[in-house]
């Protein structure tokens, strides 16, 4: 494990720092959706209740008590071990397991059943506050319930833009498990593939390499798909197969130990008869790589999203202006038409995970970084992502940055 219980002892001890004398924090996991009458999805817990506890089981609680004189206390609810139900619906982790995932000491983690009984002193007595960014069923049900005075949300997001170097390698592993996917896909590019064998290919990587929840759903886009961003319907041999000249890209991410990896990888299919074509192709990719190398050169503390993406379209304008594309008058509005979404977002438990996306870097970020630009003209687009951490004086690659032109020709 990279992400210890300890680890997740010290957050609930922030957060504890943070709220008031008095207080009650309350987190709840979530329950799983139906998928038909009698299955639901994989589950995924509530990535705050994650944040504190590593754990994933349903029906989860955490509640966090600071007295009035600064002293706390720390309470998990959950399902207790039930021979009968875990026959029909899979074995549940018994206390100790719990225990030594979260670092909640055994004796106080209760049966979920007993929580209205234990908390209702906490409820009536305490400032209630509750992770208002929560989508769980059971949160709004709490907040409809309770009188909830302010909340925790805010406090957790602004815990989880500054990653540990722990997290950062959580990060860094789920890049590499989603590289070795591409690699072994690589050798299926050709003429004739479709973007369900390779869909596939990646998932199954992902998957036998423990990633069995990816961190979004994998995109894979041959020829003019990836003018649709989020094109994540793979089409079989009845839509878009790689023919010579194609450009094929690839957004794809694994998750290790609930911290996400989005890697974006473009791959060149043979060459093109239209030698033009061809010409675009490399223009195209030149533009990207002088994108990437600029990027992760201005990546520091004390800059912004803002500053970034106008320093790429910037880059991106003046290309296209050579290219005859733009003239030198060219505005914003004019670039956007080619340069489509934002060169970077916050990474971690979420692909796009929660952030202050005014707030100027600070060391600890944890960013994916993607210029991409897409010329409708041309009938070519693509993008090149990589992870990074934000340190002291810039920038460090989590993904490998080995293919770091970010494109392969074939």
């Given at each position: 494990m990279i992400i210890t219980g300890d680890i997740y002892k010290s957050r609930r001890e922030q957060l504890i720092n943070r709220i008031p004398e008095g207080s009650a924090v309350f987190l709840f996991a979530g329950k799983g959706r139906a998928m038909s009458q009698d299955t639901d999805y994989r589950f995924l817990p509530d990535r705050n209740f994650f944040y504190l506890t590593g754990l994933t089981y349903e029906s989860g609680k955490l509640v966090l008590v600071k007295d009035k004189d600064g002293s706390s206390k720390t309470i998990l609810f959950a399902l207790k071990r039930d021979d009968l139900v875990e026959r029909w619906h899979g074995k549940r982790m018994p206390y100790e397991e719990l225990s030594r995932i979260s670092g909640i000491p055994v004796e106080d983690i209760y049966d979920v059943e007993d929580f209205d009984e234990t908390v209702y002193a906490y409820i009536s007595e305490y400032k209630l506050l509750i992770d208002d960014t929560s989508i769980t069923e059971e949160n709004r049900k709490f907040?409809?319930?309770?009188?909830?005075?302010?909340?925790?949300?805010?406090?957790?997001?602004?815990?989880?833009?500054?990653?540990?170097?722990?997290?950062?390698?959580?990060?860094?592993?789920?890049?590499?498990?989603?590289e070795e996917a591409l690699d072994e896909m690589r050798s299926l590019i050709r003429p004739g593939v479709t973007?369900?064998?390779l869909y596939t290919k990646l998932e199954y990587e992902m998957a036998r390499r423990g990633s069995l929840i990816p961190a979004f759903s994998t995109i894979v886009s041959i020829g003019t798909n990836a003018?649709?961003?989020?094109?994540?319907?793979?089409?079989?041999?009845?839509?878009?197969?790689?023919?010579?000249?194609?450009?094929?890209?690839?957004?794809?991410?694994?998750?290790c130990e609930g911290y996400c990896a989005d890697i974006s990888?473009?791959?060149?299919?043979?060459?093109?008869?239209?030698?033009e074509a061809d010409g675009r192709r490399m223009k195209l990719l030149g533009l990207i790589q002088e994108l990437r190398r600029n990027a992760f050169a201005f990546i520091k503390p004390g800059e912004t999203f803002a500053t970034l993406n106008a320093k790429m379209k910037k880059i991106t304008g003046d290309a296209l202006v050579k290219w005859g594309l733009l003239t030198e008058d060219y505005t914003d509005d004019d670039v956007k038409r080619y340069y489509w979404h934002n060169t970077s977002h916050h990474l971690g438990l979420d692909v796009h995970d929660i952030c202050d996306r005014g707030a100027p870097f600070v060391c600890g970020n944890c960013l994916a970084v993607e210029p991409g630009v897409y010329i409708r003209e041309w009938g070519i687009g693509f993008r090149i992502e990589d992870d990074v951490?934000?340190?002291?004086?810039?920038?460090?690659?989590?993904?490998?940055?080995?293919d770091s032109e970010g494109s392969v020709c074939l």
């Open positions: 907040m409809a319930a309770h009188e909830v005075s302010a909340d925790a949300g805010h406090m957790l997001t602004s815990m989880r833009m500054v990653k540990s170097e722990e997290e950062a390698r959580a990060i860094s592993t789920a890049a590499a498990l989603t973007e369900l064998e003018f649709y961003l989020h094109h994540s319907e793979p089409e079989d041999e009845s839509g878009e197969v790689a023919k010579e000249g194609d450009i094929i890209q690839i957004d794809v991410g694994a998750r990888r473009a791959y060149f299919v043979g060459n093109s008869s239209d030698e951490y934000v340190t002291e004086d810039g920038c460090r690659l989590l993904s490998s940055g080995e």
